[in-house]
């Protein structure tokens, strides 16, 4: 069965400081790969998306993720962090035989402070 | 967020109401989905739609009831709810591949209808 776990519920940064957000996952075949974020009260807005090609896949509001197979981890990455970064942000995959789902992770809260 | 819409973004209803839900997405997809977003839970999909067909029901209670009159449009009927209902819904939209994608594509969330049931 597919899954997805974000081992850390919340993170902790300080603003200008490098952020990771981690996710790895379990899927049958070749997964794709999607980090949103949501800010209160809100849905979850697109970031980026990993499908094929270059591992390092660059989104939205200077996030990047890299996709890693042999460690079938994704995680989230930004080289500076800004306050309004803070948000929670869900990994999600889809393949193997449910191919209609987005696996969602349970969410990591990203506090980045002044 | 503008490529999909929900209405109402707030909803109070007691348990013997009956309400419905709606979304309409402007982005010409046509697969649609309906999650159910609670405290300390991971988003839970509830209902899908690909070109207005039911394609999964994750054994969900008989107190929702889905319509999907087409592609843009989506509703949510609710009727004698739980407190345990409450939560944010979610709708999505995504394109579909069907046979030839095998995979859901990005989807592309409403902003959710915050739902408390007294």
């Not at chain 1, 981890?73 to 930004?78: D, G, I």
């Not at chain 2, 999909?45 to 009831?65: G, I, K, Q, W």
Request: aromatic share 12%; net charge positive.
């Amino acid at each position: 069965a597919q899954s997805v776990a974000q081992p850390e519920d919340q993170v902790n940064v300080a603003e200008g400081n490098p952020l990771t957000v981690k996710c790895t996952y379990s899927v049958s075949g070749n997964p794709y790969l999607f980090w949103y974020v949501q800010y209160p009260n809100r849905g979850l807005q697109f970031l980026l998306k990993y499908i094929t090609g270059d591992n390092l896949v660059k989104g939205s509001y200077g996030f990047e993720a890299e996709f890693n197979k042999s460690q079938t981890s994704f995680h989230l990455k930004k080289p500076s962090a800004l306050v309004s970064d803070s948000a929670l942000y869900f990994c999600a995959v889809s393949g193997g035989d449910s191919s209609y789902k987005l696996i969602f992770g349970s969410g990591t809260r990203l506090l980045v402070r002044p | 967020e503008t490529g999909v819409t929900q209405t109402p973004r707030h909803l109070v209803m007691g348990m013997t109401n009956k309400k419905s839900l709606k979304c309409e997405q402007h982005l010409g997809h046509n697969a649609m989905y309906w999650y159910k977003q609670s405290a300390k839970k991971p988003l839970e999909l509830m209902f899908v739609y690909s070109l207005e067909e039911r394609v999964e029901n994750n054994s969900v209670p008989s107190r929702f009831s889905p319509e999907c009159p087409n592609s843009s449009h989506l509703f949510l009927h609710l009727h004698t709810l739980q407190p345990e209902d409450s939560a944010l819904y979610l709708c999505a939209s995504s394109q579909d591949r069907g046979i030839l994608g095998q995979r859901t594509d990005t989807q592309y969330f409403g902003p959710g209808t915050r739902l408390t049931v007294l």
